[in-house]
């Protein structure tokens, strides 16, 4: 089925004129599919200005870049990009198409796959090109990893979650096409984004902290929390948290980690109040060393982790925030 021609693609996405890191993450992760498959990498770019980062795109691997660089798509327009996108994607037949799993990601995917009648899969956490060069698409569920691969329809199309790929290394001296798409005819004028307000997120960005203190339900009440909140700061951290800790509203979704949450990467991870539970663990595979805080041996966390404290975290947070500042003052 795979013809030598079809290409891989990835769908970027731009921040404020910025390429997002998820998108370049997918540039480095399809550079290497479409070099396995020994087919072009091609990635579509719409936005305002989208020229401008289409040398960053093929310093990270692309062949191709097809920009979108029009006033129209200075928001973004889930039915325009989905008129251009599927337009293109009949016209180059890509093999593999690849979205971040962002707010945009999550909302444009469907509708693309839709149109193109294909599957998609969701919030990936790793892709592999099987022997039979199908694409095995690796998904979180049913409490362990399972892989979807799509043999019958192409585009075969996944969301990826943010920051399991590394950014590629940057090769200035590599060339590539940039080709500047046409805005439709007729534009689609169900939807139309007049203006994003963006929430500015509090505190250190979970994907890219070095240290991340995570809660659980084990905190108890919003004083518990306070606690684990407090070791964050004192540590400079950012906060994560479990499902249960979201629910409780002690701290707002963007802090869950997991499954359905953020995958991160520190150097070293706290756990407190948490049992371990795979649909959060699954968020921490990349973390270097990880240490829980829980008041019974038993749990299962004290199995996931390079060291256990058997304590209550109420009791414990304090005392390691006095001793840390200790430590702080006299270094
Ligand atoms: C489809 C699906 C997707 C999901 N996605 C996610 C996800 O992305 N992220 C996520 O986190 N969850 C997710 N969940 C929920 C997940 O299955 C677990 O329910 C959740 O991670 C458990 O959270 P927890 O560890 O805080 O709570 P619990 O499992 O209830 O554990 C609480 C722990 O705290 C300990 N404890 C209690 N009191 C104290 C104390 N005072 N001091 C110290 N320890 C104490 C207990 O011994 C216990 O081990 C998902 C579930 C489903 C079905």
């Known amino acids: 089925m795979e013809n030598i021609n079809d290409p891989v693609w990835v769908v970027a996405e731009q921040t404020g004129g910025d390429l997002r890191t998820i998108s370049l993450q997918l540039v480095g992760k399809a550079r290497q599919l479409a ?13 305002k200005n989208s020229n401008l980062n289409s040398d960053l795109l093929i310093a990270s691997g692309a062949d191709t870049v097809f920009t979108g660089d029009f006033a129209e798509l200075a928001f973004y327009q889930p039915d325009l990009y989905t008129e251009m996108i599927v337009s293109l994607a009949k016209n180059r037949k890509p093999g593999i198409m690849l979205m971040g799993s962002t707010d945009i990601g999550r909302e444009l995917a469907p509708l693309v796959a839709a149109r193109l009648q294909t599957g998609l899969t969701a919030h990936c956490i790793d892709l592999v090109i099987a022997g039979n060069k199908i694409l095995e698409q690796k998904i979180p569920a ?10 019958q329809k192409r ?7 943010k920051g399991v790929f590394q950014k590629p290394e940057l090769d200035r001296n590599r060339t590539g096409t ?9 534009l689609p004028e169900r939807i139309r984004t007049i203006e994003i307000i963006r929430e500015e997120p509090e505190g ?10 995570a809660g659980g339900v084990g905190a ?5 929390w306070h606690k684990i909140s407090a070791l964050a700061k004192t540590l400079k951290a950012a906060l994560g948290a479990t499902r249960p800790a979201v629910d409780a509203g002690w701290t707002e979704l963007e802090s869950m980690i997991g499954q359905s949450g953020k995958m991160v990467s520190p150097d070293l991870y706290i756990g407190a109040g948490l049992s371990g539970e795979q649909q959060h663990m699954v968020g921490i595979t990349n973390a270097k060393i990880m240490v829980a805080v829980n008041n019974d041996a038993g749990s299962p966390v004290f199995e996931q982790v390079d060291y256990g404290v058997v304590d209550d975290c109420r009791e414990f947070i304090p005392v390691l925030i ?5 430590y702080q003052k006299g270094a």
Do not use: F, N, R
């Not at 070099?35 to 936005?47: N, S």
């Open 35 to 47: 070099d396995q498959l020994g087919t072009p990498l091609e990635v579509v770019l719409l936005g």
């Open 142 to 151: 049913y409490g362990g990893l399972i892989t979807i691969t799509c043999p």
């Open 155 to 161: 585009p075969q199309m996944a969301t990826v979650a």
């Open 178 to 186: 940039t080709i500047s798409l046409d805005l439709p005819d007729d």
């Open 204 to 213: 250190i960005p979970l994907e890219s902290a070095s240290i991340v203190v």
């Open 220 to 224: 108890c009440d919003a004083e518990g």
């Open 322 to 326: 006095d001793k840390i500042k200790q």
